[in-house]
């Protein structure tokens, strides 16, 4: 149905409705650091988002536990900053739990120990509040119900394009927002690919992407019992898995996948479910999507269906809630200055420029079938960095991309994409923006020894400096 059957004219003015310093698109971990910075760096900074509330996945995903902000082994913090600190707020309204106390292996992290040290259970409506109350106070000025569907640049100084102005959708019509540096974090490089940036999508070979999950979660499940199942089993793999294989061999197991992806939360008795699998979609494809919407919805029914009639302390569960939208794992990566590698992941390759550190493994759902997910097969250092050439456009300026469209392989996004990452990658990119705008240079060219000490000023953790 995105196939277009031809083409109509359409010319129409479109009011500039804000000209600001720094503009962030997309509201989740990695657009929530990059407002936040910008704003406190000194910036006139607008946020735009499509939905109502902030927080991404985090929150229209139901997406959870945040996945590890501390090394492989759980032995050391890597990711400090805007995160953490958006940790200890939701954990002082009771929404969440710090990161240091929870080990892997246990109900918290899905009962998966590698990789899986030191997540952070928290609760999507405190990530809500916290993400706006987080804005509000750093000065952020915040546009809810905005759907960027294009942006237009002009000709820049440096031979290249420069993003002068998006242009949104909304209850109001079309309308333009110019910025001086944008951040995109649609999680999609939307911004970056309507601005005519190249970007690459899916794995090499064939182009397939991660697998779709619809979140949900169920309440009324007796928590003792399941741990006590999940303990007494140590022969599966993931939970539950030989309850999986035995429901799959009777056509009672709607998802391709092999064990029940589900995570203990704040509230007795209920569960986060990452079960569902929508294989080979396209996430930029309107038509896809709302495919995957659909058949993520089923699959939801006739999993709770097996959860009820399988699943020892499940017998009486209820469908709670399910995600606002479906979560897609992976669409555009930009092609950036730098593009990281999993070569990097492994060898923990130092960069002058780094930006964040991380210590998550390479996280790869299988985009044909059942298998992938956090295996120790591919290795990766026990703390890996990040460059700021990652989140600069090849082709355009006046524009940074952080988060889930950063320019990586399939590989080594695989690993980076998750949350804590990109509120670090964010951080710095948003550090980056307000320092481009009050000297008034390209992003692409602020200082990095500046960009450093700003960010270790705002709690990020950069480790030792790379060799030169
Ligand atoms: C099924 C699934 C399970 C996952 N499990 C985990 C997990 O357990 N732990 C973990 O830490 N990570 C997990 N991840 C990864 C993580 O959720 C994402 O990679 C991460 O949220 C990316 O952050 P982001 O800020 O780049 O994008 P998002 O969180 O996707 O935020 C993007 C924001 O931009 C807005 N937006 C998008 N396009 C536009 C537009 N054109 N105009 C205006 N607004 C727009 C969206 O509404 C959204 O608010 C999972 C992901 C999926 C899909």
């Given amino acids: 149905?995105?196939?277009?059957?031809?083409?109509?004219?359409?010319?129409?003015?479109?009011?500039?409705?804000?000209?600001?310093?720094?503009?962030?698109?997309?509201?989740?971990?990695?657009?929530?650091?990059?407002?936040?910075?910008?704003?406190?760096?000194?910036?006139?900074?607008?946020?735009?988002?499509?939905?109502?509330?902030?927080?991404?996945?985090?929150?229209?995903?139901?997406?959870?536990?945040?996945?590890?902000?501390?090394?492989?082994?759980?032995?050391?913090?890597?990711?400090?900053?805007?995160?953490?600190?958006?940790?200890?707020?939701?954990?002082?309204?009771?929404?969440?739990?710090?990161?240091?106390?929870?080990?892997?292996?246990?109900?918290?992290?899905?009962?998966?120990?590698?990789?899986?040290?030191?997540?952070?259970?928290?609760?999507?409506?405190?990530?809500?509040?916290?993400?706006?109350?987080?804005?509000?106070?750093?000065?952020?000025?915040?546009?809810?119900h905005s759907f960027v569907a294009d942006a237009l640049t002009v000709r820049g100084d440096g031979g290249r394009p420069r993003l002068d102005s998006v242009i949104t959708t909304g209850k109001g019509g079309l309308a333009a927002i110019r910025a001086q540096v944008t951040v995109d974090c649609s999680a999609d490089g939307d911004v970056a690919a309507r601005a005519g940036a190249r970007f690459e999508i899916g794995r090499e070979g064939d182009g397939l992407m991660q697998p779709m999950t619809l979140f949900f979660r169920v309440s009324h499940v007796d928590d003792a019992v399941v741990e006590e199942y999940v303990r007494t089993h140590p022969e599966d793999y993931r939970p539950f898995a030989s309850l999986v294989a035995r429901a799959q061999k009777e056509g009672r197991f709607p998802a391709p996948r092999r064990g029940v992806g589900l995570y203990k939360t704040l509230e007795p008795g209920v569960w986060r479910i990452n079960t569902s699998r929508i294989l080979k979609r396209d996430g930029t494809s309107t038509a896809d999507l709302t495919a995957a919407e659909i058949e993520g919805r089923e699959q939801v029914m006739a999993l709770l269906e097996f959860f009820r009639r399988d699943l020892p302390g499940f017998q009486d569960c209820r469908l709670m809630d399910t995600a606002t939208q479906i979560g897609v794992r992976e669409t555009r990566r930009i092609l950036g200055e730098y593009t990281l590698t999993l070569g990097d992941l492994k060898n923990g390759r130092r960069f002058e420029d780094v930006i964040a550190l991380c210590g998550y493994p390479v996280d790869i759902h299988d985009p044909t079938g059942a298998g992938g997910g956090v295996t120790p097969d591919l290795q990766v250092a026990n703390a890996y960095e990040i460059p700021f050439r990652v989140m600069v456009p090849q082709d355009i300026d006046g524009l940074l991309v952080a988060g889930r469209a950063v320019s990586a392989t399939h590989e080594a996004l695989a690993a980076i994409r998750v949350m804590p990452p990109c509120f670090a990658m964010g951080q710095a990119a948003g550090s980056a923006a307000a320092m481009a705008v009050a000297r008034g240079i390209a992003p692409r060219t602020v200082s990095i020894p500046e960009l450093h000490a700003r960010l270790r000023a705002d709690g990020a953790i950069l480790g030792t400096a790379a060799p030169a």
């Fill in 1 to 144: 149905m995105d196939k277009a059957l031809g083409s109509v004219e359409y010319r129409r003015q479109v009011p500039v409705i804000d000209e600001v310093e720094v503009l962030v698109v997309g509201g989740g971990p990695a657009g929530l650091g990059a407002a936040i910075a910008a704003a406190r760096g000194g910036a006139r900074t607008l946020l735009i988002e499509r939905y109502g509330f902030l927080g991404g996945n985090m929150t229209a995903g139901l997406v959870g536990p945040c996945m590890t902000a501390y090394s492989l082994d759980g032995s050391q913090q890597l990711i400090g900053g805007i995160f953490d600190e958006f940790v200890r707020r939701m954990e002082a309204i009771g929404g969440a739990l710090h990161p240091s106390g929870i080990e892997g292996g246990s109900a918290w992290s899905g009962f998966i120990a590698y990789g899986h040290e030191r997540v952070t259970p928290f609760d999507p409506e405190a990530a809500k509040t916290v993400a706006i109350r987080m804005c509000r106070e750093a000065g952020v000025e915040v546009l809810f």
